[in-house]
């Protein structure tokens, strides 16, 4: 049977990116080495939307929130947490972690922070230090109006960070435009690579608010000396390099086709996948989808885990459960990085499949006619 | 012409864990992925000779030793950091950045540590919460007594924290009987794995100390955090897996030949190595080598890195440059990991060529004739 990988992450990685991947060892400290980070880095830039530096990271995406959060507030002070999920709880955990006051603002899963929100917390909590947001929350499928948050933020001297880890490049997210400080990513998302590599954007204001942070507990995430680093071409230590050098076949990829392209695509991806899931009959969990991820809620009488369980024994297909007290209760399909729309197609018939198996009442073929039609009309 | 990758550090991985890598992605939380994450701590049990439970970290080495010395250690509290080069540096600034109190003992570039040495530190800081060392100090080829210091160490409270990067597994390290509270290594160096991950063997002393240490300032390098975890076989944020699906294949390799028969591997390799680097009459630089590298001195009047250059551009050979003040003086070469005698020979072989070629008094051929012997004989 042929596997399908739908999860928001790990995603597919391209075949020649997995080949690269299994060249031979070289050193590190060379310039054929610093040439392969650099393109990588500018590619970075593309697509983040940036002018701003790129510091790279070896570790999980999260090791990229600590860099951002631990550099750029002092112990004592405040950071305000958008919390609309799992991954906007991180930045609250990693905060408490560090000695850093969270702030925490909050709605419901499947709800979205609103500007609002963002402008009273900083009205009452001037000397809040940082906002902390997801760009797409991952565990609900929701995206933030990052651009309306840059302005608020912008306008006072606290940094906006941004957990851009399932969301970069899978949605617009405009790093410059939208005024973000500390922008974050991981490899493993639309970035078509396997896990192990992160990166943050890092704008001037952040680079200031770093050197007055004198307090920062960190050293293998200190930022600042990344960049000086950096100044040379080279990490500070031994990066995953053989991951980077394959990285750069990915990001080649992405470059050629063009960061407001790629959106684009996702658009329509996103756009026809939830209306097929409609046609069907399933709600969209999220309020505000973003085009990373589709996130559905599981029919009434259906037993999502089962579904999920099915899907993947009897047709190959993994797609994600829900998290925490959502789990059983939604499915999660990414249509970002290495996956087109015959791959998504592909999804939408098996779960037509299991839902009828199930003996949920839906009409078996519409979800699928509904996607090939929508992606039609949107050529 | 063919390349020989002879740094202590990335090392070259064996080819059938490169094409591991090649393989597509898979979705890491599933049994699958945690019997692959058990099988490679089970393995490494076995390497670091413990039965410490040993923490996975997606990383460079130096993250495992933030790992270690900030759950360890509550900031303003003491730490003694023994330095004998660069890496031991390491220690000091780490402690620094977390704002705990390094109590440097530190020796010229080339000689160790001593026991003496540590026993008066402790006795002097007797509030000292740990004690940090290196097992090889990769940037002079030194070797530690850690089974000395482990005694000292463990009639005090104090934690043994070792940084065991770029020695474990390359030379006799027994965790356990050594009373080792914090071992830590990376992939690429004995492991025979690229960059990327990182592993800390946990002492019961440690978790009592971890628990202790309510101040501990970590999230993403939160050693109880991610023990949780392990409890379920899972890790507390996405890991490389693609690197531990691939380092089950060079654990195999090295557990299948069994830790003992590679330490006296490694003893014979290394003897022979400076044997035949003394018959063409040079100097071996550390007064107390390890067996993971040998480092020698560049015969005067000889340009140390017009030599490594040479023998990188003309015969494809990667060997070392000693660092700081000893660049273009010493030259180091590794015999751990995939490498084998045969690998060593032609080292010694494009070595011997160069140094003639720059018109050193060496009598041709000695070296390899030497390393052949003392092979023979050691057989």
Chains 1, 2 share one sequence.
């Not at 020649?16 to 392969?36: C, G, I, K, N, S």
């Not at 990693?94 to 702030?103: D, T, Y």
């Not at 899907?311 to 990414?334: C, D, P, S």
Request: with cysteine; proline share 5%.
């Amino acid at each position: 049977m042929k596997f399908r990988l739908l999860t928001p992450g790990p995603t597919p990685v391209p075949e020649e990116t997995l080949l690269e991947l299994a060249r031979p060892m070289v050193y590190h400290r060379t310039d054929e080495f610093r040439a392969m980070l650099a393109e990588v880095l500018a590619g970075l830039q593309h697509l983040f939307v940036t002018k701003n530096s790129i510091i790279p990271l070896t570790c999980s995406g999260t090791g990229s929130l600590e860099a951002a959060l631990v550099n750029a507030v002092p112990a004592g002070k405040k950071a305000i947490t958008l919390v609309a999920g799992k991954f906007g709880e991180r930045w609250t955990n990693i905060a408490k972690a560090f000695g850093i006051e969270p702030v925490v603002v909050s709605v419901p899963w499947g709800q979205a922070v609103t500007p609002e929100m963002v402008q009273n917390a900083l009205r009452e909590h001037p000397d809040a230090v940082a906002v902390c947001s997801t760009l797409s929350e991952t565990s609900t499928g929701i995206g933030h109006d990052i651009e309306a948050f840059g302005k608020i933020v912008a306008a006072t001297p606290a940094l906006l960070l941004v957990d851009g880890i399932s969301g970069l490049v899978a949605m617009e997210c405009r790093t410059d435009d939208w005024q973000i400080d500390l922008c974050c990513a991981g490899s493993q998302k639309a970035l078509m690579m396997p896990p192990g590599l992160a990166f943050v954007a890092v704008s001037d204001k952040a680079w200031k608010a770093f050197d007055a942070n004198k307090a920062a507990r960190a050293f293998y995430f200190d930022l600042k000396k990344a960049r000086k680093s950096l100044t040379t071409g080279d990490t500070p230590f031994t990066p995953a390099h053989t991951l980077i050098r394959a990285m750069r076949l990915s990001v080649r990829k992405l470059v050629a086709e063009g960061i407001e392209n790629i959106w684009r695509r996702q658009e329509r991806y996103a756009t026809a996948t939830r209306s097929a899931f409609i046609a069907l009959g399933l709600e969209i969990f999220p309020e505000r989808p973003n085009t990373a991820l589709t996130v559905v809620k599981v029919p009434a009488g259906i037993d999502g885990n089962k579904l999920l369980a099915t899907l993947e024994a009897k047709y190959g297909m993994k797609l994600a459960n829900g998290q925490e007290e959502f789990k059983g209760k939604i499915l999660r399909l990414t249509h970002m990085g290495y996956i087109d729309q015959f791959d998504i197609l592909a999804a939408i018939s098996g779960v037509e499949y299991v839902l009828a198996e199930m003996g949920a009442a839906i009409d078996l073929g519409s979800g699928v006619a509904t996607f090939q039609k929508a992606m039609a009309a949107e050529r």
